[in-house]
């Protein structure tokens, strides 16, 4: 008889669908951290005396290990992958965004992958030659590539937002997440070609097309904590592997990103 009396207390907390807290016309600003993955990708990279293609290149995120002092650390907090979002709801379940996402991309060194084109011997004697296939090794007197300061995707969402349970106070909440986001990307790269680091520095190379599925858990109707999934293409012609303007790579990138945020929710007008 108690268990069934616990049970009915427990039932009758719970309010599904309720409409007395409304997130119309507010505000929301997250922070969080990202785990991302890439499928296989072909780089084509261009210069004096080179134009050649790597197809079926490997490449991993680079979170920073865990450390107090650096991820909550203000001064640090752009160190490891991260992503923040800002948003406002036009109606109950409709918010548009802004968003940045840091991700990380470093190429496997020691892999080996098809080649295609052309290096004369004036860009190297080590390595020029025409190339049909070939297998050739990622090794660092040859190319080391990366995107670690970082792949930047800065993009819009437009969200839908549905709330899935909640207790009778609404002091808990649960949200359904969905989004799709449009962006540039603006990479920082850091390349060695031919065992000449290029000068690395952020510039706009594409832009690319994401969409993100997720769930908001709601504490006390101001704060959430966000978990989610995100996958997406980077359209990248345009990645400077060098100050000068005729060192060039071009590749596109599939990603699935996993991610966490901690975020407030706001209105800037009095109720």
Do not use: C
């Not at 970082?150 to 649960?174: R, V």
């Amino acid at each position: 008889m108690k268990r069934l009396i616990l049970f009915l207390l427990i039932i009758n907390s719970i309010s599904v669908f309720s409409q007395n807290w409304t997130k119309n016309n507010n505000f929301y600003i997250s922070w969080g951290y990202n785990r991302s993955h890439f499928a296989l990708s072909n780089i084509h990279l261009t210069g004096p005396g080179y134009d050649f293609k790597l197809k079926g290149v490997h490449a991993a995120d680079r979170p920073s290990k865990f450390e107090p002092k650096v991820y909550f650390n203000p001064a640090l907090l752009s160190i490891p992958q991260f992503n923040f979002r800002m948003g406002y709801f036009i109606n109950e379940n409709w918010a548009i965004s802004l968003g940045y996402d840091h991700m990380k991309y470093v190429v496997e060194q020691d892999q080996k992958v098809p080649i295609y084109g052309t290096i004369d011997s004036s860009a190297t004697t080590d390595y020029n030659g025409i190339y049909n296939g070939e297998l050739i090794k990622l090794e660092q007197d040859f190319l080391k590539y990366e995107h670690t300061d970082g792949l930047n995707f800065a993009s819009i969402a437009l969200e839908y937002h549905d709330h899935i349970f909640q207790t009778s106070k609404q002091n808990f909440t649960i949200d359904f997440f969905g989004s799709i986001e449009v962006g540039g990307v603006i990479p920082k790269t850091w390349a060695r070609l031919f065992d000449k680091r290029g000068t690395d520095a952020y510039h706009l190379a594409g832009g690319g097309i994401a969409g993100s599925i997720g769930s908001r858990f709601y504490f006390f109707k101001h704060f959430y904590i966000h978990i989610g999934g995100k996958t997406g293409i980077l359209f990248m012609p345009n990645v400077a592997t060098n100050a000068l303007a005729e060192d060039k790579a071009s590749q596109n990138i599939n990603f699935y990103e996993g991610y966490f945020q901690f975020g407030g929710i706001f209105s800037l007008s009095k109720k």
